[in-house]
């Protein structure tokens, strides 16, 4: 009598099976992972540009239309206004910024970085050690001044 061999799955081709599945996987999870954690990278960096792009147009208009600028060290920058109390502008150690002017609740931007300025004539110096570049903001009327204009 003549055996034959059923044809089928043998034990070990179905874990073979299973181990292939499971690497597949762990892989797609690892992937997921990496995939979550870079989006969540993309949101602050985005989130950071944004407070520091919105920090940055209150601070140009402040510097903008003040006649005169003074810095109490490099953390302190006081703009003066016509005609009421001047605005002043504080930088922490921890990187936020904050915006102090009469009759205005204090504004904070959380920007990461820690920020200096630096009063040099008519221009402030918005300096942070994270980035090479400083940005320069010019006062219009200390500058119009300076050069004996109205």
Same mark, same amino acid.
């Given at each position: 009598?003549?055996?034959?061999?059923?044809?089928?799955?043998?034990?070990?081709?179905?874990?073979?099976?299973?181990?292939?599945?499971?690497?597949?996987?762990?892989?797609?999870?690892?992937?997921?992972?990496?995939?979550?954690?870079?989006?969540?990278?993309?949101?602050?960096?985005?989130?950071?540009?944004?407070?520091?792009?919105?920090?940055?147009?209150?601070?140009?208009?402040?510097?903008?239309?003040?006649?005169?600028?003074?810095?109490?060290?490099?953390?302190?920058?006081?703009?003066?206004?016509?005609?009421?109390?001047?605005?002043?502008?504080?930088?922490?150690?921890?990187?936020?910024?904050?915006?102090?002017? *009469?009759?205005?609740? *204090?504004?904070?931007?959380?920007?990461?970085?820690?920020?200096?300025?630096?009063?040099?004539?008519?221009?402030?110096?918005?300096?942070? *050690?994270?980035?090479?570049?400083?940005?320069?903001?010019?006062?219009?009327?200390?500058?119009?001044?300076?050069?004996?204009?109205?």
């Amino acid at each position: 009598m003549k055996r034959t061999r059923l044809g089928g799955l043998v034990l070990m081709d179905m874990m073979i099976s299973v181990a292939l599945v499971g690497a597949a996987l762990s892989f797609a999870v690892a992937l997921i992972r990496i995939t979550l954690r870079t989006d969540h990278g993309i949101a602050d960096a985005q989130w950071m540009a944004t407070n520091a792009d919105a920090a940055l147009s209150v601070l140009r208009q402040d510097v903008w239309r003040s006649p005169a600028l003074r810095s109490d060290g490099d953390r302190e920058l006081w703009l003066e206004t016509a005609g009421s109390a001047p605005i002043h502008w504080s930088a922490t150690e921890s990187g936020a910024l904050r915006r102090e002017a *009469p009759g205005e609740p *204090p504004r904070i931007w959380q920007l990461g970085p820690q920020i200096t300025f630096t009063v040099q004539g008519p221009t402030v110096d918005l300096n942070a *050690p994270s980035d090479p570049v400083a940005v320069t903001l010019v006062s219009q009327r200390a500058l119009l001044a300076r050069k004996g204009g109205s």
